[in-house]
């Protein structure tokens, strides 16, 4: 069974930065793509950064210039570097990833998701 640990939410004042963390364990035979989705309360599960095995991304609008995601295949880890952080990027940001599982079927897995809290 494939997990996905997420670390590095908090509490940061706006025109900060944080920088999230997401480690996949478990039996895969590849990883296609992983990326950062967000859900404000409300407001429906978005987007935010991907990145393929091959190394490209893909942002939402709302947070290019300012997010960078980046991931370590060595590692099987992904990272979200938050910087200028604003209070409209206060959600639960969760970890996502495609892959291949046995028999090379399709697989994909979310991770338990980790606050992000903008304010002063």
């Known amino acids: 069974q494939v997990q996905l640990v997420e670390s590095g939410g908090g509490l940061v004042q706006p025109g900060g930065s944080l920088r999230l963390s997401c480690l996949a364990t478990?039996?895969?035979?590849?990883?296609?793509?992983m990326g950062w989705y967000r859900q404000a309360p409300g407001k429906q599960r978005e987007l935010v950064a991907g990145?393929?095995?091959?190394?490209?991304?893909n942002y939402a609008d709302s947070v290019k210039g300012r997010f960078t995601i980046s991931r370590d295949n060595a590692k099987n880890t992904v990272y979200l570097q938050m910087n200028s952080l604003k209070p409209e990027d206060t959600a639960v940001y969760y970890c996502?990833?495609?892959?291949?599982?046995?028999?090379?079927?399709?697989?994909?897995?979310w991770g338990q998701g980790t606050q992000v809290t903008v304010s002063s």
């Open positions: 478990g039996r895969l035979l590849s990883i296609i793509k």
């Open positions: 990145i393929t095995s091959g190394g490209s991304t």
């Open positions: 996502n990833l495609d892959g291949h599982g046995s028999g090379w079927s399709v697989v994909n897995y």
